[in-house]
């Protein structure tokens, strides 16, 4: 069966030329980056070249870039780094409510090993205000990690004007950027980041690969010990593989990323509408204008996300909704209670989130099969 | 197509087969797995319970074997309140409920039937060791194993016919070994996994330790009396006691004692002699009709009051619309407020009920 891929924001498909740009390095060209015969110097050109090129799509040098296993790394890297090195100057630390795990869960390792952490809640659209955040500002603050966009509903988070009042408290900034990189445009300088963490199979790169963007490398700190790779900040032999299909997903997304946007914004319209048209109760969940236009939190009446996204398997359609246990039970998502939704309207809540190779048909098939199963329920 | 069913997969061979014998009638199979407790909750998750992480591994490799689709469905809310919640609050009240029998009524029937037919389901089936057949009377109930040993028909009692009529259990044609011989004919890698045992969600069987944290009491502390109210001693909390209990009663008396009654109030347990646990007439309620629409009040029947024990011919009286009156030919041992009395006729379940209490 043909798929209809409803699910870019959990993981995309990586671009054919992403894939072709892996291919040698796990066929032929396998040597050690760090060796000193020639065919190891090429490799290691390569991901220099890359490492600029990721550089200057994010409007900094590439003695700024370094290469990781991926967003959550990045996320425990900056979020445990920055605790460690201010340590002598404080213990508290300001988030969000709606911050994925891989942060939300740094910070509880942080908090138990005696750290105060600060959680700020969302409006009902999901976003965090910036007078909460000036205002949770103590003398002793010293990291404030705030996400882009929700990888859930989708909405983007006033970053540029966190940022502004981070720098001028002397307080480093992190900014969890997995779902927006390659998504929207970043300029890291503008929004005066300290730290930004991006994946690179959000993007239609492989998965296993990242980076974690950090403004004063020379005053930071690793969390993984092991050999001088990435300028003896982070051990391990490259993923030389991944980093190449990253590259090359980089260099795609960096010439597409308007028309892609475009492209998101058209489908959602018509998809918002066609859902309206169709399915009798739907509310749609996070802001109107500050969001990634890809994500959509579609919040249904009468019926579990869980029963309705069976439905859409058995049709060949992929969504997802909040977040999945161990097991791969699907749980309701802390994201949008923090937005202030009960635990039961939360479980009736679906996330579709488009990308490249959606097309509107796509999406009218979709609506027309949870438009089929709301007339077939409302007959028997 | 077929009827599509849907078919609960525990991750134990008998499910796994259960799948595996409806994929071969023709049957549209989709199965799952239903998540009930969260292993970090303690109990479940170890090896052999229904519901731990490497539960699910086993189902989700067993399905992409028989190329079935296979889901996880979430029913963490309906088991904490309907099964635990209740095992933990009957418990405290001097009650020994059966958490399984709880958990089939509500939780893999009410709720994981209507979800299925939610999803255009027809059917839903498990690996349980019982036939569903339809009687002459138009009636449908639940008839013995093939494999007596197994024999899985008094958790099942509760089943109404509209549940019944839309459940499948094809593993019980077979003995057990059969069972394990198809799954290994067809290289299931679960065909030799041990049977699941007693309580899921409680670890080691400590069941006082587990009403305490859920509950922050294992019930009133209290004396240890004689069936003349004399009294023997102290204990900690009438939670850690059930009627026939011999081990871990914390006093040594010199011979063997049993529980024979608990009083929740006072915090009285009563200790006897296994003799004073036999009793030939027990009440029940919360009466659930299978096979016949009601009892023949001059009909010998056969009744159980354990999962493990063996039928004892009995009568049964109604004594109102949700209360009867079930009379043994010979006393039976331990018959506890709780526990299920199932009344057969031949080999199938003509009904029963929650047992109030015996005399």
Known sequence: MDHIYLDHAATTRPDTASVEAMLPYLNGEYQNPSAIYQPAVKIRAKISSIRADIAGFLNTSPSSIFFTSGGTESDNWAVRGAAHIMRSKGRHIISTSIEHPAVLNTLKSLES?????????????????????????????ILISVMH??????????????????????????????????????????????????????????????????????SFVKILYGGSQENGMRPGTENVPAIMGFGEAVNIARTRINDDLAHDMKLRKLFMDKLTEEVPGVKFNGSKESVLPGILSVTFEG????????????????????????????????????????KESASRTVRFSTGRENTEEDIIFTVKVIGDYFRGRSKS | MGSKVVVGMSGGVDSSVCAMLLKQQGYDVIGATMQIWDPEEGGAGREGSCCGVSAVEDARLVAQKLDIPYYVMNFRDVFREKVVNRFADEYLEGITPNPCIACNRFVKWEALLNRCLEIGADYIATGHYARIIKLPNGRYTIRHSL?????QTYVLYSLT??????TLM???QYEKDEIRKMAEEFGLSVAHKKDSQDICFIEDGDYASFIKSMKGTAGTPGNFVDRDGFVLGTHEGTARFTVGQRKGLGIA??????????????????????????????????????????????????GKIRYSQTSVNCKVKKIDEDTIKVEFE????????????????????AGGGTIIKRQ
């Open chain 1, 113 to 141: 090993e005696g750290y105060e952490v600060t959680y700020l809640p969302v409006d009902k659209n999901g976003i965090v205000s910036v007078s909460d955040i000036e205002a949770a500002i103590k003398d002793d603050t």
């Open chain 2, 170 to 172: 094809p593993v019980g």
């Open chain 2, 330 to 349: 010979k006393p039976v041992r331990a018959a506890t407020p709780g526990q299920a009395v199932v009344i057969y006729e031949d080999d199938w379940i």
């Open chain 1, 303 to 342: 019926v579990t996300a869980e029963t309705l996204l069976i439905i859409l398997d058995s049709n060949g359609i992929c969504a997802s909704a909040g977040s999945a246990c161990a097991a791969g039970a699907i749980e309701p998502s802390h994201v949008l209670m923090s937005c202030g939704m009960d």
């Open chain 2, 253 to 302: 008396l010199g011979h063997r004692s049993y529980v024979c009654d608990i009083n929740t109030t006072s915090g009285d347990v009563t200790l006897g002699t296994d003799g004073d646990l036999y009793k030939t007439v027990l009440y029940a309620n919360d009466i659930n009709m299978m096979g016949v629409e009601s009892f023949d009040e001059d009909r010998v029947y056969t």
């Open chain 1, 149 to 218: 966009a929700n990888n859930e509903i989708g909405t983007i988070e006033p970053v540029e004007q966190i940022g502004r009042i981070a720098n001028g408290r002397g307080i480093l900034f992190h900014v969890d950027a997995v779902q927006t990189f390659g998504h929207i445009p970043i300029d890291v300088e503008k929004l005066n980041v300290d730290f930004l963490s991006a994946s690179s199979h959000k993007i239609y790169g492989p998965k296993g690969c990242g980076i974690l963007y950090i403004k004063n490398p020379s």
């Open chain 2, 147 to 151: 494999s007596d040993s197994k024999d």
């Open chain 2, 161 to 166: 016919q509209d549940q019944l009529a839309r």
